[in-house]
């Protein structure tokens, strides 16, 4: 059983208390491959005493093999490239645990850019890739600088005034009108990845109204 599963990635291992206090609340935590040396590294300073997640899953490619045999126990090894490691630790946990609820992503950023940029476009692929609506499954990606997801029509987010927030889309045909953001988006052409970002909320609430259903990225910092 698991309603909350927190997957680690090989990027920035958080410094900052939230992010850390989501992988303590997990009820099961997946490190990416070669995230489990900073999982070792870092788990006395998160959980008060040395631990270790509940699965290692990747190809591998950044475990040593010496790692890769003392916890050959808690590894799962899936050599195909189609996928990232991010991405088969989302598959992994939507097949095993049919009471999921949430996923938080930690560690998705940072390192090497082409990374970052993928691992947060994979969040509205997922979307669609795993029908995330009809199984009620939400992902973030959490970060020490924000937290990142992905809608896929018209939201209201309670995020707070002064909120700084961020709308991606890779829709050039989706038009986004906005109430309580100082800039509204209303007539912005998503055709490039800057166009409708470091907006700031003037209101506690902000509505998001879609003109057709599509994919769109939100990061609230």
Known sequence: MAKRVVILCDGDFPRTEYPRYLMRMADFIICCDGALVKFIRN??????EKR???????????????MQEKYSDIIIKEEEQEHNDQTKAVRWALANFADLEHMDIIGATGGRPEHTIGNAGLLMEYTRMFDLEERNVT????SDYGTMFAVN??????CGQ?????????DNTLNISSEGLVWPTDGVVFDNWWKATLNRA???TVRLTFSHRSLALIILN
């Not at 992902?139 to 959490?142: A, F, G, H, L, Y």
């Open 139 to 142: 992902i973030d990606s959490v």
């Open 43 to 48: 788990s006395k300073a998160v959980f008060g």
């Open 202 to 204: 003037s209101q506690d």
């Open 52 to 66: 270790l997640p509940d699965l290692v899953i990747g190809d591998m490619d950044t475990l040593s093999a010496k």
């Open 153 to 158: 029509d018209s939201v209201e987010l309670e």
């Open 162 to 170: 002064g909120r700084q927030i961020s709308v991606f889309s890779p």
